[in-house]
């Protein structure tokens, strides 16, 4: 099994749905982030998390909300999706303190499409 | 400004060839500095940190020039295998990473 899933792998959906990306680890990591990444913008940071009762915005927060339900857990909901956030979405962890020195692990990403 | 900012490509190299990647980044206040690789469609993959006194594992060497803020890396004797989008980062902050757009690096045979 991956260290970091995601689910799901891809999903397409309509403008105004509401939608809920998941992500687990099995890392044993507190800290736990969620990015997207769009062509010529590299990733941007949408929430983080450095433990189950912290939930800290990120660069690009607005109209996404995210839930950490344990340590291993961390979802991301787009209450009303709409075309631009059409993107590809990867979870990632690290360990404390200085962790991101060690690398972040990554999932394998959702590629979410809005029509 | 941009964090990071890095040259896109791509660059379309022989196997067997030497490539270097440059970054550059904003704040002077960032602290720590990688090189991380991404397949196509894949996730992103720590490839080095990069250290103030240069580093080097195998054919990958990395540079940073803290007065210019400016990082490099180098590829000796290109592999097929290299082929993939470098991704320059660094962190500011308790675990705050910001990334380059990458550089995609196709090797030919």
């Known amino acids: 099994d991956a260290d970091v899933t995601q689910t799901p792998r891809n999903r397409i959906t309509k403008t105004g749905k509401r939608i809920m990306l998941e992500c687990s680890q099995t890392?044993?990591?507190?800290?736990m982030y969620w990015y997207r990444q769009d062509p010529g913008l590299g990733l941007r940071l949408i929430y983080y998390?450095?433990?189950?009762?912290?939930?800290n915005k990120g660069e690009i927060s607005d109209g996404y909300s995210v839930s950490r339900q344990a340590q291993a857990k961390f979802s991301l909901s787009l209450e009303s999706a709409i075309p631009n956030q059409t993107a590809l979405y990867f979870c990632?962890?690290?360990?404390?303190?200085?962790?991101?020195?060690?690398?972040?692990?990554f999932g394998s990403g959702t590629r979410l499409t809005v029509v | 400004r941009k964090e990071v900012e890095q040259d896109p490509g791509p660059f379309n190299v022989p196997e067997g060839a030497t490539v270097a990647f440059n970054c550059t980044y904003s704040?002077?206040?960032?602290?720590?500095f990688f090189w991380y690789r991404q397949d196509c469609r894949k996730e992103p993959k720590l490839l080095m940190s990069?250290?103030?006194s240069g580093n080097e594992d195998g054919r990958f060497t990395a540079q940073l020039n803290r007065a210019s803020q400016y990082i490099s890396l180098l590829i000796r004797d290109s592999k097929l295998s290299d082929s993939a989008t470098y991704l320059c980062?660094?962190?500011?902050?308790?675990?705050?990473?910001?990334f380059g757009t990458g550089t995609r690096l196709t090797v030919i045979p």
């Open positions: 990632a962890t690290s360990e404390t303190g200085q962790g991101a020195d060690y690398g972040y692990t």
């Open positions: 890392k044993g990591h507190d800290r």
């Open positions: 998390s450095f433990d189950v009762k912290d939930i």
């Open positions: 704040n002077s206040a960032s602290q720590s």
């Open positions: 990069v250290y103030s």
């Open positions: 980062v660094v962190r500011r902050g308790a675990n705050n990473l910001f």
